[in-house]
């Protein structure tokens, strides 16, 4: 492992760095001067912060060289206990275990199966603005926070009326309850695939999971718990940060959100642009497994290896005028979905998602304007919004 250079320079690792948005001048400057940065993190190692967009690949292409398995993929070493119980999940496994889990289950996330759930998602939309109906309110929780809890619940069979429960333990987990709520919703799921194995096989992702192998075994009740609590988080942070931000990044360009209410054919290609102007999240981490260097920078084995997906997604050598919120960008290469090996899952349901949401919202409201301040959350990892108040017309 590195031993740790004198500190020096910014600090990227604060979250009191992230509270009024992502720090797009100093990440530019640094993908200039030091595009490989070391940075301390208080009390234990450092890390290597990844800032161009062909290291982001190159690190995400080579896991035999940078693992997520090894040593997580968030910034701070964890308890052996907790390190041991992430490596149950996608996120943090390593091929060929990854491919293994992740093989049986892209049948159901392929972009034809997932363009039949277009009309229950858009049915979904509409439900969800015939309640919030007009005039202000909180757009975060009460408009866009539903949304992502109940396609899964689709997915995945739950009985709807169990969805505002796991909504409200997704939420809990987001505000700084992880370790209870996310041991309520295992016990939950837990309790789910126990009564599931006794019913006929459906059409649905758990009867799916339940039926098939995941690297040479069946997938136990304790295996699928661990992996509802990461589909329901994942998939419920992701989303709802896709569609706060991307309003708030349409209302701070109205020539954008203009544009779009003239032409609802841009609509897919505004949400690639979201999702590389607001990345929900900054980083992922990897841990070096042997010596190596990236543009001559040496990195020892045991070094953290940070990809900095905010940085990579507005370097200057990948897109043309990349501090400019442009609907019409093409072509858009954003590693907002990861890349390679732990390419994001999801990306289908993500972006029918956004495409019928914003679809939705421009065809209810014709107005909509804030009314106040947007809050965010105080992260380095979680590029997201905790409350934005709007009015809507």
Sequence with gaps: ???????????????????????????????????????????????????????????????????????????????????????????????????AYRKPLVKSFTAKVVGGMEDRIRTICREIFARVGTGEVEFVHDVTSSLPTQVIGELMGLPPADWDHIHALAERNTAGEGGRAAIEMARYAIGFAASRRAEEPREDITSLILESEFGGRMMTDLDFGQFFVQLVTAGNDTTKTMLSAGLHTLLTHPDQLAALRADRALIPGAVEEILRWANPLHYFRRTATRDTELRGVPIKAGDKVAMYYTSANRDEEVFTDPQRFDITRRPNPHLSFGFAEHFCLGVHIARLEGRVFFEELLATHPTIEMTGEPERLRSNLNNALTRLPVRLG
Excluded: C, K
């Design 1 to 99: 492992m590195t031993v740790p250079p004198a500190p020096t320079g910014p600090d990227l690792y604060s979250p009191e760095l992230y509270s009024d948005g992502p720090p797009h001048a100093l990440f530019a400057e640094l993908r200039r001067t030091d595009p490989v940065h070391w940075q301390d993190i208080p009390g234990q190692p450092g890390y290597w912060a990844v800032l161009r967009h062909a290291d982001v690949e190159y690190v995400s292409q080579n896991p035999a060289i940078f693992s997520a398995e090894a040593g997580g993929i968030i910034l701070e070493d964890l308890e052996p206990e907790r390190l041991e119980a992430l490596r149950g999940t996608l996120l943090s496994m390593d091929p060929p275990r990854h491919r």
